[in-house]
């Protein structure tokens, strides 16, 4: 049988490439070959991680980011026979984007679109549902859901890809003929790293109160202006029970996307109690997945429209805006009384975020299922 070639590409929000890439080799081990390109990587500072190709395009003129993504497609059509592209970014340039997949067609080559967030919807559009779901009166009307450029990549994956995927279940209602694929955590790789990063002794929090993190990647998809409100009022008014941290003020470089480096999220983790993730979305992503890996207790608005992919006993706990501080509050409670099973949560992570739940999934959206 002809080895099938697998190109991962073309930028790794989620650390998902090498994931992916060890579930299947394990999986298929030589009936597949994967290779991993990005065009731009996290600084090391941030998380470390390797590629077998990389082109950061941000530090190059726009002649030179045509010429290497030229350059490296001449080559990759006739080398591979699946590319599978993450949030809506492939080999050549957005404006070169349809020419790419129709000559992907011409080869008869598999197509596979990844999105995961703000790659097919519009950032604008999130940042308005914030403003609604904390001011149910506010009378603004929507902004659309997906920006022009979006709906040309929708247009385009529609009417080009083999397959299209998404990370959380909101987008479906943007793409409804798109498949959920859920996080994939290597629960043995957290551990190790996790172990590595981390101490016992407190670099973050400065008491033995009950502590609440919240540590956004972006503070306005999140919510965060209104959570950050809403538990430092709760902190000040029960001063003696509560401690938190809100990453955005640890934020040492004002030139960082980032307000902390994967390393002290881990160490944070370890201290925190409660981890409040998002309250804007909907759905829960790799922060309250990583929390509960953690031993924390998690916090996150969950929409009730999505409620059909929660799987049975889920262990995060819901919130809303008005219900947040009245939830921590009852979650600082079952932490004083040693009645959150910690070992579940994490087994309920290790059943459903699975290479087992998961790989049926993910195996056809790569067209492996003859393999």
């Given at each position: 049988m002809k080895q099938k070639k697998i190109l991962f590409a073309a930028v790794d929000i989620g650390w998902r490439i090498n994931r992916y890439k060890k579930l299947l080799k394990r999986k298929h081990k030589s009936a597949i070959s994967i290779t991993s390109f990005v065009k731009y990587k996290v600084p090391a500072s941030q998380f470390k991680a390797s590629y077998d190709y990389e082109f950061n395009y941000q530090e190059l003129n726009q002649i030179l980011q045509w010429s290497k993504s030229l350059s490296f497609f001449s080559k990759a059509i006739f080398r591979y026979d699946v590319f599978h592209f993450f949030s809506g970014e492939t080999i050549l340039t957005r404006k070169l984007r349809k020419l790419?997949?129709?000559?992907?067609?011409?080869?008869?080559?598999?197509?596979?679109?990844?999105?995961?967030?703000?790659?097919?919807?519009?950032?604008?559009?999130l940042y308005w549902k914030a403003e609604k779901l904390f001011h149910p009166e506010w009378d603004v009307s929507a902004p659309k859901i997906q920006q022009q450029w979006q709906l040309k990549l929708k247009e385009d994956s529609l009417r080009f890809a083999n397959k299209i995927v998404v990370s959380t279940p909101d987008l479906l209602e943007i793409i409804p003929s798109a498949k959920y694929l859920p996080i994939l955590m290597d629960h043995q790789e957290f551990e190790s790293s996790f172990s590595e990063h981390t101490s016992e002794k407190d670099k973050f929090f400065n008491t033995q109160k009950i502590r609440i993190l919240h540590a956004p990647s972006n503070t306005k998809t999140k919510g965060s202006k209104y959570i950050d409100l809403i538990v430092k009022e709760l902190v000040n008014n029960q001063n003696h029970r509560f401690e938190y941290i809100y990453t955005p003020d640890l934020k040492a470089n004002s030139n960082s996307l980032y307000s902390v480096n994967r390393y002290d999220l881990f160490q944070l983790y370890r201290e925190a109690d409660i981890v409040i993730d998002q309250m804007v979305i909907g759905w829960y992503g790799q922060q309250s997945l990583e929390a509960l890996l953690s031993k924390n207790a998690v916090v996150c608005y969950i929409d009730p429209l999505y409620s059909d992919h929660l799987?049975?006993?889920?262990?995060?706990?819901?919130?809303?805006?008005?219900?947040?501080?009245?939830?921590?509050?009852?979650?600082?409670?079952?932490?004083?009384?040693?009645?959150?099973?910690?070992?579940?949560?994490?087994?309920?992570?290790?059943?459903?975020?699975?290479?087992?739940?998961?790989?049926?999934?993910?195996?056809?959206?790569?067209?492996l299922r003859s393999s």
């Open positions: 790419e997949f129709i000559i992907y067609r011409i080869f008869n080559k598999f197509v596979s679109m990844h999105f995961v967030g703000s790659d097919i919807r519009n950032p604008e559009y799987k049975d006993n889920f262990p995060i706990f819901n919130a809303s805006f008005d219900k947040l501080s009245k939830r921590v509050e009852e979650v600082a409670s079952l932490i004083e009384e040693k009645a959150i099973d910690f070992n579940s949560q994490i087994e309920w992570v290790k059943e459903n975020h699975s290479e087992k739940a998961l790989y049926e999934t993910l195996e056809t959206a790569l067209n």
